[in-house]
């Protein structure tokens, strides 16, 4: 061939695409859609009954639209357990993955985006009121060995339990079927553009080992290989770390800056008396909202997003609607995405009583105005009564408008230095030319 004709030939190949922009992404402390809006993450967990065979709850499509439609969430924690998907070592259970990627699906079709959360609580099924890890990740001795308290989290410290978390955490082997466990689910998962990111492991337990020490180190590891697996299905999966359970108590996380990017902290926001039954006292409110002004330090220097993957309460206990209107105002304040425990049936933490109908008074905390997408940089939100309020800076080089997302109902708004249009079920807000900052005010008529 004259080089000639190959200079032609090699002038006529047109230049390769740039690929796509990633659908989501994390900068300057938030998630940001394709548009560059800051995205804001409420919902809820769906749910608690995924921890127990069958491993799935009764959600169906209409659960879905109902959280979209009436209660004006954008996105789903949902639950997964590796027990139900390697019950046996190196054998999937494809039935539970096919199911569990059909809900995915039921909750995206509804215009939800989902994150899956591998779920444990006391290690896993071989301990009676534990759940997570299959029963062939540790010795059957400290299974026989357990002798359960009555407040769930206090087994944590049970010598049988500390023995398998101790073994899990030595074992390069176990991690890597954890690493592959998540490799054969996401795989599945990828062809739905909905399913946006996974929580590699609910409130890990530090067994002997310092919390700070392994999250430093072995956690961080294991987050490292579990976003490599998954990114090999979707190179934009957001990955929402959560440092270990000792957050819950206060305890400073230990985990490092994640070179690779995409990372969501995901740590979980409750009440300690409440949690122990006690009630909320109103007077720890301001307590809570500096927990989670800490939380949303710890993702600021860590250069990520901060979406509080669990907070929620008894809807019998004392103070119940005090305590999840805090939680609102302290997300409001750490511009930080919450997601409710849970959206299941039941006489406890439950959305729904065991009949089926919502119960008032989390529904009045949880299906609240807030600020889904923002064309700049998100300030703070608070809802006082009626009145939804909400700040940001414009950022004139995002086309696409901000969007305040709705439960059901009228609702007016009002804009400083923006305008603002309720309709169907959003308020769209675009800032006037040369806007510095734009206040936008919502009113449940
Ligand atoms: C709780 C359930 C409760 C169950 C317990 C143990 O509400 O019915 O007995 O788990 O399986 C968490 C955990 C989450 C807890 C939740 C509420 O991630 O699994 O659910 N919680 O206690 N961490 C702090 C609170």
């Given at each position: 061939?004259?080089?000639?004709?190959?200079?032609?030939?090699?002038?006529?190949?047109?230049?390769?695409?740039?690929?796509?922009?990633?659908?989501?992404?994390?900068?300057?402390?938030?998630?940001?859609?394709?548009?560059?809006?800051?995205?804001?993450?409420?919902?809820?967990?769906v749910?608690?009954?995924?921890?127990?065979?069958p491993?799935?709850d009764?959600?169906?499509?209409?659960?879905?639209?109902?959280?979209?439609?009436?209660?004006?969430?954008?996105?789903?924690?949902?639950?997964?357990?590796?027990?139900?998907?390697?019950?046996?070592?190196?054998?999937?259970?494809?039935?539970?993955?096919d199911?569990?990627?059909?809900?995915?699906?039921?909750?995206?079709?509804?215009g939800?985006?989902?994150?899956?959360?591998?779920?444990?609580?006391?290690?896993?099924?071989?301990?009676?009121?534990?759940?997570?890890?299959?029963?062939?990740?540790?010795?059957?001795?400290?299974?026989?060995?357990?002798?359960?308290?009555?407040?769930?989290?206090?087994?944590?410290?049970?010598?049988?339990?500390?023995?398998?978390?101790?073994?899990?955490?030595?074992?390069?082997?176990?991690?890597?079927?954890?690493?592959?466990?998540w490799?054969?689910?996401?795989?599945?998962?990828?062809?739905?553009?909905?399913?946006?990111?996974?929580?590699?492991?609910?409130?890990?337990y530090?067994?002997?080992?310092?919390?700070?020490?392994?999250?430093?180190?072995r956690?961080?590891?294991?987050?490292?290989?579990?976003?490599?697996?998954?990114r090999v299905h979707?190179?934009?999966?957001?990955?929402?770390?959560e440092?270990?359970?000792?957050?819950?108590?206060?305890?400073?996380?230990?985990?490092?800056?994640?070179?690779?990017g995409?990372?969501?902290?995901?740590?979980?926001?409750?009440?300690?008396?409440?949690?122990?039954?006690?009630?909320?006292?109103?007077?720890?409110?301001?307590?809570?909202?500096?927990?989670?002004?800490?939380?949303?330090?710890?993702?600021?220097?860590?250069?990520?997003?901060?979406?509080?993957g669990?907070?929620?309460?008894?809807?019998?206990?004392?103070?119940?609607?005090e305590?999840?209107?805090?939680?609102?105002?302290?997300?409001?304040?750490?511009?930080?995405?919450?997601?409710?425990?849970?959206?299941?049936k039941?006489?406890?933490?439950?959305?729904?009583?065991?009949?089926?109908?919502?119960?008032?008074?989390?529904?009045?905390?949880v299906?609240?105005?807030?600020?889904?997408?923002?064309?700049?940089?998100?300030?703070?939100w608070?809802?006082?009564?009626?009145?939804?309020?909400?700040?940001?800076?414009?950022?004139?080089?995002?086309?696409?408008?901000?969007?305040?997302?709705?439960?059901?109902?009228?609702?007016?708004?009002?804009?400083?230095?923006?305008?603002?249009?309720?309709?169907?079920?959003?308020?769209?807000?675009?800032?006037?030319?040369?806007?510095?900052?734009?206040s936008?005010?919502?009113?449940?008529?």
């Amino acid at each position: 061939m004259s080089r000639l004709l190959l200079l032609l030939l090699v002038s006529c190949v047109p230049p390769p695409e740039p690929p796509p922009a990633p659908a989501f992404s994390v900068a300057r402390g938030f998630i940001r859609d394709r548009e560059g809006r800051a995205l804001i993450l409420r919902g809820a967990n769906v749910s608690g009954h995924h921890k127990q065979p069958p491993y799935l709850d009764f959600h169906a499509a209409d659960d879905f639209a109902r959280m979209r439609t009436e209660w004006g969430m954008n996105s789903v924690r949902f639950l997964v357990s590796w027990a139900g998907l390697e019950p046996v070592r190196d054998t999937y259970d494809d039935v539970y993955a096919d199911e569990v990627v059909r809900r995915v699906k039921l909750a995206t079709d509804a215009g939800l985006l989902v994150f899956v959360d591998m779920h444990q609580d006391l290690y896993g099924v071989g301990f009676a009121g534990g759940n997570g890890m299959p029963r062939w990740t540790c010795d059957e001795a400290n299974y026989a060995n357990y002798r359960p308290n009555p407040l769930w989290f206090l087994n944590y410290t049970s010598a049988p339990v500390t023995a398998c978390f101790d073994a899990f955490w030595k074992s390069r082997d176990l991690q890597g079927k954890l690493v592959a466990a998540w490799s054969h689910l996401a795989e599945r998962l990828a062809g739905n553009p909905g399913w946006i990111g996974f929580d590699p492991l609910n409130e890990p337990y530090w067994g002997s080992i310092p919390p700070d020490v392994l999250e430093a180190n072995r956690l961080a590891s294991l987050y490292r290989d579990i976003i490599a697996a998954v990114r090999v299905h979707r190179a934009d999966a957001l990955a929402f770390l959560e440092p270990t359970g000792s957050r819950n108590l206060g305890v400073p996380t230990g985990l490092p800056t994640f070179a690779e990017g995409g990372i969501v902290y995901a740590p979980h926001s409750y009440d300690g008396d409440a949690e122990q039954g006690l009630g909320f006292d109103p007077a720890r409110r301001q307590l809570l909202i500096d927990e989670v002004a800490e939380l949303r330090a710890e993702a600021d220097a860590r250069g990520a997003a901060l979406v509080l993957g669990e907070y929620g309460g008894m809807a019998a206990n004392p103070g119940i609607g005090e305590y999840m209107d805090a939680e609102y105002a302290a997300a409001g304040q750490a511009r930080a995405g919450a997601m409710y425990w849970d959206y299941s049936k039941n006489d406890g933490y439950g959305l729904l009583a065991a009949d089926g109908s919502p119960k008032p008074v989390l529904l009045a905390a949880v299906a609240r105005p807030y600020p889904e997408r923002i064309a700049g940089e998100p300030g703070a939100w608070s809802m006082d009564g009626a009145t939804f309020r909400f700040t940001f800076t414009p950022d004139f080089t995002v086309k696409a408008p901000t969007l305040i997302a709705l439960p059901a109902g009228t609702f007016t708004a009002t804009c400083e230095t923006c305008t603002a249009t309720v309709q169907g079920g959003q308020v769209e807000v675009v800032a006037a030319a040369g806007a510095q900052s734009c206040s936008v005010t919502v009113t449940r008529e």
